[in-house]
């Protein structure tokens, strides 16, 4: 019989078995010493993070470890970590996560006490939409802004012109009849793109026609008339047929194919644009948001949290001071394409340069948060969406849809 | 019950030698015609796969390109560099080996727990296996939230044996084994035992060379799920250097402005070695279920 | 000397590992469906109280679940004939030579098997796009109209399930192949003298030999599709509007998005009671089938 091969496999396994187990990552979920700091970013920033940070390092020895977290997988992350009770020290909150977070208590609270060492940290230093007390929860605040995202309306200056229209829509009625011009274009093109996931945008429409989604008792309140001009729009674009209908539209093509030559959406879609059709240059542009009263847009972004059971929270908190730095700010932005969220770093000259930011920063100043719910995207947003959806999607009916959803959403509430 | 049932009609010792497999005597224009028909439809399975190779090499231009087309016309590696240079994907690789070389210990421990089952009699054998077929109705999201836990009271939590450690045995492969080992004349055992073997000699040196068809299925099949796994190893691992090949792909998944050609050349990188190694295995796949009495 | 100790070490450490992460986490979960454990309640186990049988009464009034439960039963229904009966039609075909070429047509058929779900999600979800799509640009080339493929509502179980079967066919293709090897010449020569035909011997005497490899394919996949995640996981996240939404993914959606352990923990338990019974059924009839 030939040599146990399998054996020696076996024993090689074995010995690498026990190696690696001893092997764990390099630097435990919460750095035990006071020179190491482990920081959640979401998705594939961290590369530009860790060179960000560089100078941070350099100045106060502390050694940043970032984890690159997939935006798919915050969830399982953050339930994991709840659960074990490891989590990392620093970490990047998604806005519309923020509650769900909080609400884990696995937060530090970030009082005034706890940050009047850090001049930088100080409320009036931030986008008014989103310092402070605007994402304080239950009373406590526990994060720090950090990036900014905002939705402005993209559209393409070429194919609007060819079709009569000299000036991007600036109202909502207005974008409403602008889009059924250009679905008369024909077959298989359209006027404007309603993302089926996107929970933001009848919020923002009822922003716009100058209502809130929030009552002064704190509960979520979609009873109103601004609502209800809201779906008004949102129902009657799919009824004049102007927007695709199926789920998997992809904005960049979309927008780079022509088929849909308007899109409310984030500067993200610029630097998308960018590299996927840099031909494309001239020919198209962005603008306010579409206004009804007002033009309000969405605050959206990520925020910078200290995990409570942290070891090392002086780091911490001096990292999330360097963060928030008028020039780190830029750096990232010149890095990673999001937009600060300190006002002096907005209003610098190398931003005010570029007409796209222009606009963008404009958007900024008035920009609101999205109602911090339990559980917006899970909940909330989705019985949202679901309402609309099936409005649109499958028929049902309008006043019938819609007042369930008043009642499924009136006792949820952002306190 | 069926895992019991003799296979009457399996008289020779096929085991100690291989047999040629069983051809059908067709026509030659009959079979003409079943490879053609094959090759088609081999090549629609492949279609799927085929793009997404093509897809690694585009530009990203040319992969928001309309109408299609399938083969690049300026082909370029830069994805695959990228993976390299800028991400962290050498790291992500080297993390999914080591994943791998721990899953295969788990092959040793499911060989050793079907042989346990097919050639002993023991107190508590019929529930004990009955629980370990059990285990294969078990939907995956109800382990997940309890296996974390535990993983943690072992402080295994961020380590790389806590990420192989929940899929390293199964109930199916436990299944495989023990019909495969049943297989193996008892006469032979209780030869070696006479000559005065130990148990676990008689593991080593004779169960196992016997059992080789079925350990190259079960080191293909092991390979695959461990190669192929994200579920753990995104869950377990508090730091990005413990990530794996899949992790890293979904990490390429931005929100909304996605760059297909790096992701179809991450996907890409995490099929190929797969494919080699069924090529090579490939033969011993099929030997393996045929000697293991699937029939 | 029979060590009498031996059978239990050998078995032991398998044994240990699947209780440990297999029968144990399906206990705990049975416990935690009896309470309202969210993700305060899992960082602070005093937060979490216990409410009976709350969860599984809320659990048979919730639309969501009975829908995703129906999209599963149709998905079952849909793909595991389809499964069986492709796998088997190919290894039909593949046996009939045993050539070079023959082969390497196993790789192909294998290659959906192996290759990564984030991978063919990718692909898929290309291919399927409504607008940019290589299925829909067939189509509109040869003037047929385009198809929603994941957004119409009939249409997205069509294509989950198209490419879960696609998937599913690569290990069974394996099975049933090494089955046919080992069907007795003798019995093929029996029904050549008595001048049977091509398909007639396939039909009466291959196929019934190889009952138990279809029985054991026929479980395997049964299981597996009454837990199928990835496919609606990575294509549609369940949508539209929870069209494709497999009790799986309902789940999880449940137990992580929304962070309500003790609701999704009852939604498990009761799927696995399902996937049992099946199971049983399904033995129960083979044991009263056999007739050797």
Known sequence: MKRPRLSWVASAAAVSLLALAGCSGSGSASAASPKELTVWVMGDSSAHFDELVKPFTDSSGIKVDTVAIPWDSID??????????KGPDVVQIGLSKLRVFADSGALLKLDDKTLQNYPNLAADKFLDGVAGNATAIGGNVVSVPWVSDTRVLFYRSDILSANGIAQPPATWDELRADAKILTGRGKGRYGYYIPQWDSALP??????????????????????????????????????????????????????????????????????INSA?????????????????????????????????????????????????????????????????????????????????????????????????????????????????????????????INALFGATNSTSVS | MLITEASPHRTDTAITRTRPPRVRRTGSSGRLVTGAVLGIGALITAFPFAWMVAAS????????????????????LQFFKQLFSELDFGHYLLNTIAVVAISMVGVVLMAMAGYGFAKFRFRGREPL???????????????????????NGMKLTNTLLGIALPALVSGFSVFLFRQFMSTIPTELIEAARIDGAGEARIFWRLILPLSKPIIAVQIVLTFIASWNSFLWPLIVADDEKLYTLSVGVSLLNRQL??????????????????????????????????????? | MKNRLAPYAFVAPAVALLLAFGVLPILVAVLVSLTDMNLGGLGDWSRISFIGTEN???????????????????????????????????????NRANNRYFRALRSFYFLPAITAIVAIALVWGYLYNTQFGLFNYLLSSVGLPQVQWLSDPIWVKLSVALVAVWRG??????????????????????????????????????????????????ITTIIAWLQFFDEPFVLTKGGPLGESTSISLFLYQKGFSASQFGYASAGSVILFVIIAFVTLVQLRARRTDVDH
């Open chain 1, 76 to 85: 399982q992350k953050l339930t994991t970590a709840v659960a074990s009770g």
């Open chain 2, 57 to 76: 090499l585009k530009p990203r231009s040319e992969s928001v390109a309309y109408p299609p087309d399938l083969l690049p016309k300026h082909p370029t």
């Open chain 3, 56 to 94: 599984y009464r809320r659990l048979l009034s919730d639309n969501e679940f009975w829908q995703s439960l129906t999209n599963t039963g149709i998905f079952a229904i849909l793909g595991v004939p389809a499964v069986i009966v492709v796998s088997l039609v190919i290894a039909l075909l593949l």
């Open chain 2, 257 to 295: 402005a996605t760059n297909p050609s790096l992701q179809m050349a991450g996907a890409t990188l995490m099929v190929v070695p797969i494919l080699v190694v069924f090529v090579i295995f490939q033969r011993f796949v099929v030997q393996g279920f045929t000697l293991s009495g699937l029939k």
């Open chain 1, 203 to 272: 919020v923002i429409m009822t922003w716009c026609q100058g209502g809130q989604v929030v009552g002064s008792d704190g509960m979520i309140n979609f009873n109103t008339p601004e609502f209800q001009k809201a779906v008004d729009v949102y129902t009657g674009l799919y009824a004049d047929k102007s927007v695709p209908t199926n789920a998997d539209f992809d904005q960049v093509q979309g927008f780079t194919s022509g088929i849909a030559p308007m899109l409310v959406s984030g500067p993200y879609l610029a630097s998308a």
């Open chain 1, 277 to 401: 059709a840099p031909d494309l240059k001239g020919k198209w542009s962005v603008a306010p948001m579409p206004a009804g009263t007002a033009n309000t847009s969405l605050l959206a972004g990520s925020n910078m949290g200290v995990w409570g059971s942290s070891k090392n929270v002086n780091g911490a908190l001096k990292l999330l001071d360097f963060l928030s730095e008028p020039q780190t700010q830029l750096t990232f932005y010149k890095l990673d394409g999001q937009l600060p969220t300190v006002k002096a770093a907005l209003a610098d000259p190398s931003m005010t340069s570029d007409p796209l930011v222009t606009v963008y920063t404009k958007q900024l100043y008035g920009a609101k948060l999205l109602p911090l719910v339990p559980n917006w995207d899970g909940e909330t947003g989705k019985a949202l969406l679901d309402a609309l959806n099936s409005i649109v999607l499958k028929g049902a009916n309008r006043d019938s849809t």
């Open chain 2, 129 to 151: 296996f009955f629980l370990v077929l059990a285990t294969m109705m078990i939907p995956v999201q109800v382990t997940m939230i309890p296996t974390y836990l535990i993983l």
């Open chain 3, 169 to 218: 066919t690569g290990l069974n293709i394996i099975i049933f192949l090494a089955a046919l090897q080992s069907v007795p010449k003798e019995y093929l020569e029996a029904a050549d003298l008595d001048g049977a035909s091509e398909l007639r011997k396939t039909v009466s005497v291959v196929i019934p030999l190889m009952r138990f490899a279809i029985f054991f394919v026929t």
